[in-house]
């Protein structure tokens, strides 16, 4: 049999969804659809309400009244406030965790840095950070500022493990603690530039912002360089 003719017998020979299935699987995209918009009612109106009161002030009943679904609904999905809001930070802390990979792992440098066509550094991760910010600035004051968050945390410890494995690879301690004083150096500095963005109402772009961010970052790398320019 030449190849011609075993395509095409492989080609009639694949499986067909029956009507029966069809309609089946139709029904589970439905369904998939209609929980992502309960999810996303549910977390958009916890935000709503953190930005009001504590966590521990708000209840399931409030919470569904104003996300217009049920208690019912609202148990299908979640144990409790404190569980939808686990969630929602598991949700945003999983983006950055992939924006710090991104920056500490995917690069020969300590930093994934770029350099555009008129010259200028980049650090293309951190400017999704401030985008993400801009575009989800209710959530983000939410988990920047709400006591019950342990979103920073969780940030600031990913970074610090993600970077030190890293900089493990060097197999010098002097290095490997200049790297350390580095990374709280430039973490304790970007969040407050962070927090201050938001305070003030985000007078400045996300492009301002984040060149003040990165020139901030680039300028404190430097005191590094004598420690690790041979091994990064």
């Not at 690069?107 to 550094?121: F, Q, R």
Request: aromatic share 10%; proline share 2%; net charge neutral.
């Amino acid at each position: 049999m030449n190849k011609n003719k075993l395509s095409s017998a492989t080609k009639h020979s694949l499986p067909h969804l029956s009507a029966q299935e069809q309609v089946k699987q139709a029904r589970l995209r439905r369904d998939d659809r209609r929980t992502r918009r309960t999810i996303g009612a549910l977390q958009n109106s916890l935000v709503k309400l953190l930005l009001k009161k504590p966590l521990r002030e708000i209840t399931v009943t409030e919470l569904t009244e104003s996300a217009d679904i049920s208690r019912t609904t609202f148990y299908l999905h979640y144990t409790d406030i404190d569980d939808l809001f686990s969630s929602l930070e598991d949700t945003i802390f999983k983006r950055f965790e992939r924006i710090i990979h991104d920056t500490l792992i995917d690069s020969s440098m300590i930093l994934h840095i770029k350099v555009d066509k008129t010259g200028n550094v980049q650090l293309p991760a951190l400017y999704e950070v401030f985008k993400f910010i801009h575009d989800n600035t209710d959530l983000c004051i939410v988990l920047l500022t709400n006591p019950d968050s342990t979103f920073l945390s969780r940030i600031w410890l990913e970074g610090y493990t993600t970077l030190m494995n890293k900089a493990a690879s060097t197999h010098d301690s002097k290095v490997n603690r200049s790297i350390e004083y580095y990374y709280y150096t430039v973490s304790s500095g970007v969040r407050g530039l962070i927090e201050h963005w938001l305070e003030s109402g985000m007078k400045e772009s996300v492009d301002e912002v984040y060149r003040l961010a990165t020139d901030f970052i680039l300028h404190n790398l430097t005191f590094l360089q004598r420690d690790f320019k041979h091994h990064f």
